[in-house]
């Protein structure tokens, strides 16, 4: 049997399934172009719902640092 999903992901777990930086998903949140709440001074969690909608929008997108190195 699988675990049951948690309601909210962190900013580290978004990043990891996203391929992008936790920086980057924390400027996203800032920006209010993804949606979170923030818990204390420092923690944000993004509610599952807007995580998929986000994680759905970037199908296909790689991250640009890694995958468009040039061979030398």
């Known amino acids: 049997m699988s675990e049951p999903q948690s309601p909210v992901l962190t900013v580290t777990e978004l990043a ?3 391929g992008v930086s936790g920086s ?3 400027q996203l949140l800032a ?3 993804l949606l979170g ?3 204390g001074d420092s923690i944000w969690v993004i509610p599952r719902e ?3 909608r ?5 199908k296909g997108r790689r991250r640009a640092s890694f995958y468009n190195r ?3």
Do not use: D, M, Q, T
């Open 70 to 72: 040039r061979e030398v």
């Open 24 to 26: 980057n998903i924390r």
């Open 50 to 52: 807007e995580a998929e």
């Open 16 to 18: 990891r399934e996203a």
């Open 31 to 33: 920006k209010g172009i």
């Open 37 to 39: 709440h923030k818990l």
């Open 54 to 58: 986000y994680l759905a929008s970037r």
